[in-house]
């Protein structure tokens, strides 16, 4: 289009999510196209350096040091930064007044060595009960010439860095609602809760003094209404991305209460406003451009496989539409290293559980900070959630204290006040409440042993092509016809697809190696008092086995990508520091 006459600042890309943006915006910048976009700002890599700073002015555990350590000012070794975060964890310092004295007690590389004196310098004077700003400010204007970089940069990525980090600090300016913590710790907070609720959007706009920038706007369909464009571009006509999947609805209204909807249940009717709502963002889309629009669809899946187009293509009129079956195509640059694979030389004390495979399977990039480089950020503590690890900590007395006698109810819970004190939601509003949950739990969990011999609890190997994965069982027993039951015990509810995970099937591949066929595998979830056995078929172990074996391939292969969720990714205690890949190799001490 540019060859055609039509400048970059004339034309728009338009896409029905921002994640498909972000993708889009890296392509064509890898080719030399500026572009306009700051999509989700605080998934900006430019910004989520800045949040790992004020991370690291928090944590107690040095987390943050992995994306720290990586930024180029500093050029820590990931061996360093596993070094320096394990000695943080084992020495139990303050990370922010801590790191003055790592620089003589770990053994780091030379580079190591001057980038940790460097970070040392940066952040001396800098305190952790300052607010969010006053921190960045002075990191980015008195200690460092990053602003000063960015301010003079010439080319349009470099500029759109620039007006990412004051959209930042004009947000960081704001008052923060959450009060608890430190005026960091709220600030990050908020953040997370912003992403989580998609709050954040406001923020996604280009501020109106950039809009000079001669770079191809990039949008969602739903923000260029309104807005209009010599040459406008839609990517992805496919019959999954456009229109897209209605995956209904997480809280849905009670049928009837929606008006207009009477004579359709509450889904039949979102599924019925969310066809038409597809329907008027394709035509909000193509109404964007003045001279020129561009449909784009690709015809073949990364694994080869053929797309559908999209139902909307067969609306336009043929006499209007020009196909071009072969486009010219833009060739990127060509990519040496994969950044996901990382290097790990394993620790001789190292063991793959049903628990890690697990964590591997729900996010490669956490499995890889929690369980390889064993990074130690806590998740949120709630009342909830404390009462639930209480309830796991009297599981664990009760497989000791099952193998000489079976304790009574006044035993259990005399053991579980004294768990209760140490880590259970003391001093919180419904305590009480919490309390009475637990103890409707120990019940259940007693309840449920009645008339079993339990035995020792052991580690269950389950050898696969790919290696081998430790099952460590909440309880094994005898029950009194003779029989072996190998049980899993959960705090919460039985979910819909509760029996076709992966730890089921482990559990079942492991009992059965163990004590063979007659084995029972049993599930037990303390909250709706369900004790049954585990009806996984055949086919689910071995679809579980092979999907188990691809990914202890994908571990050893030092694969460690990052699957990202709208939901579960601002939760997750590493959100601040993902996905930040240190060079070098690790090697497990």
Known sequence: MKASGVTYRDQAVLCRT????????????????????????????????????????????????????????????????????????????????????????????????????????????????????????????DKTNHARDIATSKTISGQMKGVAIWQFLNFLRDEVP??????????????RQMVLLAEERDLRQVPDAALHM???????????????????????????????????????????????????????????AHATEEECLF?????????????????????????????????????????????DQLSGPSITDDPNTIEVCWSDTWRMTESRLTAYERCPRRFFYTHVMGLGSARKMTAFSKTHDCIYDLIRWLKVERLSEAPSLAAAESAFDDIWQRRGPVGHAYAAAYRQLA???????????????????????????????????????RQQDGTISVRRVRTGYCRSDEYSRLEYALYKLAAQAEYGAGVLVEALHLTDNISEPVPTTDRVILNRSKSSNKMLDQI??????????????????????CAATPRGRIKQS
């Open 18 to 141: 921002n994640k498909r943006l972000n993708e889009i915006a890296a392509g064509l910048e890898a080719r030399g196209i500026p572009v306009l976009h700051l999509g989700s700002l605080f998934e900006r890599e430019e910004v989520r350096d800045l949040l790992a700073l004020l991370n690291l002015a928090i944590d107690p555990f040095g987390d943050a040091m992995v994306r720290v350590g990586t930024l180029p000012r500093y050029a820590l070794t990931l061996q360093d930064i596993y070094q320096i975060a394990k000695t943080i964890r084992d020495d139990d310092i303050s990370t922010l007044e801590g790191l003055a004295a790592l620089q003589a007690d770990v053994a780091l590389s030379v580079c190591g060595r001057a980038g940790l004196a460097q970070l040392v310098e940066d952040l001396t004077d800098l305190k952790n009960t300052s607010t969010a700003w006053e921190f960045l400010a002075s990191y980015l204007l």
């Open 178 to 191: 959450i009060k608890d913590g430190l005026p960091i710790e709220r600030t990050l907070a908020r953040i």
């Open 214 to 272: 001669n770079a191809v706007r990039l949008m969602t369909v739903h923000g260029s209404k309104g807005l209009e464009f010599e040459a406008v571009h839609v990517p992805g006509l496919t019959v999954a991305s456009f229109p897209s999947s209605n995956r209904g609805q997480r809280c849905p209204p009670p049928d009837g209460m929606v008006e207009g909807s009477d004579i359709l249940s509450a889904k039949e009717f979102a599924k019925q």
């Open 283 to 327: 035509f909000v889309a193509i109404s964007r451009a003045q001279k020129y629009l561009n449909l784009y669809l690709p015809k073949k899946q990364p694994n080869g496989n053929n797309r559908s187009e999209s139902k909307f293509l067969s609306w336009l009129p043929p006499h209007l539409v020009t196909q071009i079956e072969n486009p």
């Open 439 to 477: 103890s409707r739990f120990i019940r259940n969990l007693l309840a449920a042993g009645d008339g079993r011999e339990f035995l020792e609890a052991k580690r269950l190997p389950v050898e696969l092509s790919s290696g081998t994965v430790f099952v460590e069982p909440s309880e094994i027993s």
């Open 556 to 577: 050893a292969a030092g694969q460690f990508p990052a699957d990202t969720d709208p939901i579960s990714c601002p939760r997750c205690p590493h959100f601040f520091i």
